[in-house]
C-alpha cells in the first residue's frame, strides 16, 4: 500500500485518543474548561458510568456564537496566542484541543451564551461532523452534553471498564478539582443520584474535610515559602494515611492537579519514618512557582509538568514539609494558642524511630501481622515507605536533629524510679504502636515498653482539649438541639444555675430559665454527640459551678459516651492524634510498663 | 384561624386565668430576621400547652378538627400577620414559618404542605412559581411529641433557604409535575411523582376543582392539588442544620 495522507477525521480520532482516553479524561477537560471559564458552580451528570452520557453545565462567561463555533476546531484557544505564551500559561487548558477531540468521538452538544448576549446559540457535533447550529435559550454559561462516547470506536469503546470503575474515575477527577478550588460549588449525579457534592467553601480545610472523609478531620493547614516557591496545603499527621497514592495525595502545581513523580517523592521523604511502609500520607499541596519555571505542556491530558530546577525544588519541599510536620514551627499557619511545637509532632515521632534500639526495632518488626487489630493497618510506624517510584534516598536529603530529649532509648524518669512499675507515657503518643483493644476499655500500644491508655479518660481529655481550645478563640459556640431538654431544679439549683450563666454561655451551654423549668436549648458545637440528658445530670450534681475552669471538666465528663463507642484503628490514632496535638492532658491517661519491667515479671515467674 | 378553632383559640380568651395573671398580648410582627430568629429560639423548650396558656389559648384534646391549632397558635407567638392569605407569614421579612412535627431523632412525621395549585394556574416558571416563593425564606420549627397537642414541645429552629443544589431539585420536580399537568396526563400525577416535591390532592380541599384539558384535549374538572415537601427533603436539611 502506497504512503498517503489520512483523512481529516480519522487524524482527529488518532488525535482524540491522546486526550480522551474515558469518560473520566472529558470530564476533566470539560471541568478544566469551566473553571478557566471563570464558573462559581460546576455541575456534573453522568449516565452510565460516564459511557452514556458526561453533561457539564457551568455558570461561567459563556461564549458568542462565532467563539462558539471556533472552539471546535482544533487548536483554536483563547488562552494563548504566541508560542512564548506557552512559557507563561495561568489556565488550566491552553491547547486547544479538548473540545474538539471529544466531539470526534461522541455525539456532542455545546449550548452557550456569554453573558453580554440575550441568547445563546446550541452546536451538535457528531463524530466531528457539524450537525446543527441553532439559537437556544439558555442561562448565561455553558453547558458540554456528551453522549455515547467512543460510538464510532468500538474498538476504544471495548476497553472501557465497568461501570462502577468509570464512575469512580470521573467522581474522583471531579474531586481533584473541586479540593484544588474551594470557591466554586460542586456537583456530580450519577444516573440520577448524587454521588458528590461540594459546597462553596470559605477555605481548602473545609472543603477537604466536606470531600476527604472523617480522616479530613485530622488536615492542618501548612504554608511555607523558599525564595519564588510558594508552598499552601493541608498536611495530616503521620498517623493518618491510605492504602492507594491516589485517594490520598492530592498534588497541585498553581493549581493544576499534577502526578508529578518528583514532588511525590519529595512528600513521601518528609513523611518517611512516620507513616508505615506501603502505605500514603493524607495530604493536598498547592506548590506555586513561576510559569516559567514549570512546563505544562508535557503531554495532553497536563497531569505531568517538568520543573526547570527540579532538585532545587525538591529539597525545598522536603525541607519546608519536614518543617511543618515537625520542625522549628516557622511554617503554617498560626496556631491556637494551646497547640506548642510541632503540627504533630511526627518529628518527634520521627526521632523515636530512629532512636529505638535495634532490638526495640526487630521486635517491631516480628510482631506487625501480630496485632488484635487485623489487616495491614498493624505496621509499624518506622522504616521508609516503599512506594513504587521510591527508588532511594533523595539526592541530598535534609537532616532533622533530634531534640536531646528524645535521644535517649530509655526514660530517665523510669530509670531513676524503678519501684513505680508503672509510670506515665512520655512519649508522644501519636509514635505509639497500636497494638489493640482490651474490652474496649484500653488501648494497648507498643513504645518504649508497653502504654496502656484508658479510653474512656482519652475521651474526656479530648473532650477537654476542645472545650479549652474554643475557649481561647474566644468563646466555644453552641449547637442548637432539635429536641431542648427540660429539667426542674430547687430554687437553690435555680440561683446556681443563673449565677453561672455566664460561664456555661462561654462553653457554648444555651440553658434559659421557663420559671422554675430550665431548659437546655444548646451544647458545645465541639462535642456534637453530648447527650443533653446526660449533661444535665452532670450540671446538677456539679452545682456550684460558676467558673468556666470548674466547668470543663463536668461537661467534658458528661460528653464521654456510656457504654464507651466501639474503637477502630483509625478512630484510636485520630484520637491519640488529637490529644498530642492539643499538647493536653496525654500523661493522665496513659500508663507505661517499661520494657525492664516486664522482662522482670517474666523472669519473676 | 377557621371557625372551628374558636373554643380552642382567640375566641376562647373569654375569662381570665386562674390566678388572676395577665393573659400576653400578641407581640408585634418582627423588624427583622433576627429578632424572629430570637422570638423563635426562646419557644424551643415550651410545651405548646405553656405557649397557649401566655396567650390565653387553650389545647384542643387532638388534631382532627383543628389542624391549623399548632400552626396558628405558633404564629401569634412570633407575630405573624398574614394568616391564610396567598403571603408568606411575614410578608415584610419575606419568611414563610413551617412547623414541622417529628420524632426524637428529626425525622419528620409527615410531608410538608407548601402551597395549593389550582390546576388551572400552576404558572409558567418555576422562578415566578408560588413554590419557589414560598420556600425562598422559611423558618422551620420542629414540634416535638405525638400526643395530645398541648403537651407537644417545640423545638429548635431552623432559618433556612434552599442552596443551589436543593433549587435544583425543587426546579426539576417541578417542571417534571406542571409539564405532566400542562400535557392533560392527570392521571400519573400521583403522590408517587417527585423526588423532592410532591403534587397530590390536598386534604381539605375535595371540593375545588379547576377546568383543565385532559390528554385528549378535552375540557375536564379536576380536583386542584397541593405541592408538598417529601419527609426525606425536609429530614435532610434539619440533620444538616441540627447536625443529627
Given at each position: 500500500m502506497s504512503i498517503r495522507i489520512l483523512e481529516e477525521q480519522v487524524v482527529n480520532q488518532i488525535a482524540a485518543g491522546e486526550v480522551v482516553e474515558r469518560p473520566a479524561s472529558a470530564v476533566k477537560e470539560l471541568v478544566e474548561n469551566a473553571v478557566d471559564a471563570q464558573a462559581t458552580a460546576i455541575e456534573v451528570s453522568l449516565a452510565d458510568g460516564g459511557r452514556e452520557r458526561v453533561r457539564v453545565v457551568d455558570d461561567g462567561i459563556g461564549m458568542g456564537r462565532d467563539d462558539a463555533m471556533m472552539c471546535?476546531?482544533?487548536?483554536?484557544?483563547?488562552?494563548?496566542?504566541?508560542?512564548?505564551?506557552l512559557l507563561a500559561v495561568?489556565?488550566?487548558?491552553?491547547?486547544?484541543?479538548a473540545l474538539p477531540s471529544i466531539a470526534a468521538v461522541s455525539r456532542f452538544a455545546l449550548t452557550t451564551r456569554s453573558r453580554d448576549d440575550d441568547a445563546g446559540v446550541r452546536i451538535r457535533v457528531e463524530g466531528g461532523a457539524l450537525r446543527d447550529v441553532s439559537p437556544a435559550g439558555c442561562a448565561p454559561g455553558t453547558t458540554v452534553d456528551v453522549r455515547s462516547l467512543f460510538y464510532n470506536l468500538p474498538a476504544r469503546r471495548k476497553f472501557l471498564r465497568a461501570r462502577a470503575t468509570e464512575r469512580h474515575h470521573c467522581v474522583e477527577t471531579v474531586l481533584r478539582e473541586a479540593l484544588g478550588r474551594p470557591q466554586i460549588d460542586f456537583v456530580v449525579r450519577h444516573d440520577g443520584r448524587e454521588v458528590l457534592r461540594a459546597p462553596r467553601a470559605s477555605d481548602r480545610l473545609d472543603r477537604a474535610r466536606a470531600l476527604l472523609?472523617?480522616?479530613?478531620?485530622?488536615l492542618r493547614p501548612v504554608a511555607f515559602s523558599r525564595g519564588s516557591l510558594r508552598v499552601e496545603g493541608l498536611v495530616a499527621p503521620g498517623t493518618i494515611h491510605r492504602s492507594t497514592a491516589a485517594a490520598a495525595v492530592y498534588l497541585y502545581v498553581n493549581g493544576r492537579y499534577v502526578r508529578d513523580t518528583l514532588v511525590r517523592r519529595a512528600v513521601y521523604e518528609a513523611y518517611r519514618g512516620v507513616v508505615p511502609r506501603g502505605r500514603y500520607p493524607l495530604i493536598v499541596l498547592d506548590i506555586r512557582v513561576?510559569?516559567?519555571?514549570?512546563?505544562?505542556?508535557?503531554?495532553?491530558?497536563?497531569t505531568e509538568v517538568r520543573f526547570r530546577q527540579p532538585l532545587p525544588l525538591q529539597r525545598a519541599l522536603v525541607g519546608g514539609l519536614e518543617e511543618a510536620l515537625?520542625?522549628?514551627?516557622?511554617?503554617?499557619p498560626p496556631r491556637s494558642s494551646a497547640v506548642q511545637g510541632p503540627l504533630f509532632g511526627a518529628g518527634d515521632a520521627r526521632s523515636a524511630v530512629s532512636a529505638a534500639p535495634p532490638r526495640l526495632s526487630s521486635s517491631r518488626e516480628a510482631a506487625?501481622?501480630?496485632?488484635l487489630w487485623e489487616g495491614?493497618?498493624?505496621?509499624?510506624?518506622?522504616?521508609?515507605p516503599a512506594h513504587p517510584?521510591?527508588?532511594?534516598?533523595?539526592p541530598t536529603p535534609v537532616s532533622v536533629p533530634l531534640p536531646p530529649a528524645l535521644g535517649?532509648?530509655?526514660p530517665p524518669v523510669v530509670a531513676e524510679r524503678p519501684e513505680s512499675q508503672l509510670t506515665a507515657a512520655h512519649?508522644?503518643?501519636?509514635s505509639l504502636r497500636l497494638i489493640g483493644m482490651l474490652e474496649n476499655r484500653f488501648i494497648l500500644c507498643e513504645g518504649e515498653g508497653l502504654v496502656v491508655v484508658d479510653h474512656e479518660r482519652a475521651l474526656v481529655a479530648q473532650a477537654a482539649a476542645r472545650l479549652r481550645r474554643g475557649l481561647s478563640e474566644g468563646g466555644v459556640r453552641s449547637q442548637r438541639l432539635l429536641a431542648p431538654h427540660r429539667l426542674q431544679l430547687t430554687p437553690r439549683q435555680q440561683k446556681q444555675v443563673m449565677e453561672a450563666r455566664e460561664s456555661l454561655s462561654a462553653i457554648g451551654i444555651d440553658i434559659e430559665s421557663l420559671g422554675p423549668v430550665f431548659v437546655i436549648r444548646g451544647v458545645p458545637?465541639?462535642?456534637?454527640?453530648?447527650?443533653p440528658a446526660r449533661l444535665a445530670g452532670a450540671l446538677v450534681d456539679g452545682l456550684?459551678?460558676?467558673s468556666v475552669e470548674d466547668l470543663v471538666p463536668v461537661v467534658a465528663q458528661a460528653a464521654c459516651p456510656e457504654p464507651l463507642p466501639p474503637l477502630d484503628p483509625y478512630d484510636a490514632r485520630a484520637l491519640l492524634a488529637e490529644l498530642d496535638e492539643a499538647g493536653e492532658g496525654w500523661e493522665s491517661v496513659s500508663l507505661q510498663i517499661p520494657m525492664g519491667e516486664l522482662e522482670r515479671r517474666i523472669a519473676l515467674e | 384561624m377557621g371557625a372551628r378553632c374558636a373554643r380552642y383559640g382567640?375566641?376562647?380568651?373569654s375569662r381570665q386565668p386562674p390566678g388572676g395573671s395577665i393573659w400576653e398580648p400578641p407581640p408585634e410582627p418582627p423588624p427583622d430576621e433576627a429578632t424572629l430568629q430570637q422570638r423563635a429560639d426562646a419557644l424551643a423548650g415550651w410545651t405548646l400547652g405553656e405557649i397557649g396558656a401566655r396567650f390565653g389559648w387553650r389545647a384542643p384534646?387532638?388534631?382532627?378538627?383543628?389542624?391549623?391549632w399548632i400552626g396558628n397558635l405558633v404564629e401569634l407567638a412570633l407575630g405573624a400577620?398574614?394568616?391564610?392569605?396567598?403571603?408568606?407569614?411575614f410578608p415584610e421579612l419575606g419568611i414563610e414559618l413551617k412547623t414541622i412535627p417529628v420524632d426524637a431523632r428529626g425525622v419528620p412525621r409527615q410531608s410538608t404542605f407548601v402551597c395549593t395549585a389550582p390546576l388551572g394556574d400552576l404558572g409558567d416558571d418555576w422562578s415566578t412559581s408560588w413554590v419557589r416563593k414560598k420556600l425562598a425564606r422559611v423558618l422551620w420549627l420542629p414540634i416535638l411529641g405525638d400526643g395530645p397537642p398541648g403537651e407537644r414541645m417545640v423545638g429548635g429552629a431552623v432559618m433556612w433557604s434552599p442552596d443551589a443544589e436543593e433549587e435544583s431539585r425543587l426546579r426539576e420536580d417541578w417542571h417534571h409535575l406542571v409539564e405532566l399537568v400542562v400535557r392533560g396526563?392527570?392521571?400519573?400525577?400521583?403522590?408517587?411523582?417527585?423526588?423532592?416535591l410532591q403534587l397530590r390532592p390536598k386534604g381539605q380541599s375535595a371540593a375545588d376543582t379547576s377546568w383543565v384539558l385532559d390528554s385528549e384535549g378535552e375540557w375536564v374538572r379536576a380536583q386542584d392539588r397541593a405541592f408538598y415537601l417529601r419527609p426525606s427533603f425536609t429530614a435532610a436539611l434539619l440533620r444538616r442544620a441540627l447536625r443529627l
Open positions: 471546535l476546531e482544533r487548536h483554536a484557544t483563547s488562552k494563548i496566542l504566541r508560542a512564548e505564551d495561568d489556565s488550566l487548558g491552553f491547547r486547544g484541543e472523609g472523617p480522616q479530613a478531620r485530622a513561576e510559569p516559567a519555571d514549570v512546563d505544562v505542556n508535557v503531554h495532553p491530558t497536563k515537625g520542625g522549628s514551627g516557622s511554617a503554617g506487625g501481622t501480630g496485632g495491614g493497618r498493624q505496621e509499624p510506624m518506622g522504616g521508609p517510584d521510591d527508588a532511594g534516598p533523595l535517649a532509648a530509655v512519649a508522644p503518643l501519636r458545637e465541639p462535642l456534637p454527640a453530648l447527650d456550684p459551678l460558676s | 382567640a375566641q376562647a380568651r384534646p387532638d388534631l382532627r378538627r383543628h389542624k391549623g400577620t398574614a394568616g391564610s392569605r396567598a403571603l408568606p407569614d396526563e392527570l392521571d400519573q400525577v400521583t403522590g408517587h411523582r417527585g423526588e423532592v
